[in-house]
């Protein structure tokens, strides 16, 4: 059984930092991605890692202030998010892509969720 566990959420003052933590289990080695979602709008892509962590991929607008990573040693998978601005406040949710595969934004694409971290970034 597959379970995906997001912690490292909070509520931040805007230029703050922030890590979130993934746990995984019951798979490994899977593309990887993390996706936020705001109230009233669609749930959006953020950033994704491949299974070795060799590739990564950005929304734009997170592109220089957040960062993704993986310890598969761990099961776990990181965001890593600084400069925190208020138009970041979301849920934050990471997925697997199942089939591993090229990192892709659709988020139609991931076959396994974590049940999300609340992301509060305060102006």
């Known amino acids: 059984q597959v379970q995906l566990v997001e912690s490292g959420g909070g509520l931040v003052q805007a230029g703050d930092s922030l890590r979130l933590s993934c746990a995984a289990s019951?798979?490994?080695?899977?593309?990887m991605g993390w996706f936020r979602q705001a109230p009233g709008k669609e749930r959006e892509f953020v950033a994704g890692?491949?299974?070795?962590?060799?590739?990564?991929v950005y929304e734009d607008s997170v592109k220089g202030r957040f960062t993704i990573s993986r310890d598969n040693a761990k099961n776990t998978v990181y965001l890593q998010m600084n400069s925190l601005k208020p138009e970041d406040t979301a849920v934050y949710y990471c997925?697997?892509?199942?089939?591993?595969?090229?990192?892709?934004?659709?988020?139609?694409?991931?076959?396994?969720w974590g049940q999300g971290a609340q992301v509060t970034v305060s102006a």
């Open positions: 997925a697997a892509k199942i089939g591993g595969g090229l990192i892709v934004k659709e988020w139609r694409r991931y076959g396994y």
């Open positions: 019951g798979l490994t080695f899977s593309t």
């Open positions: 890692i491949s299974w070795n962590g060799g590739r990564t």
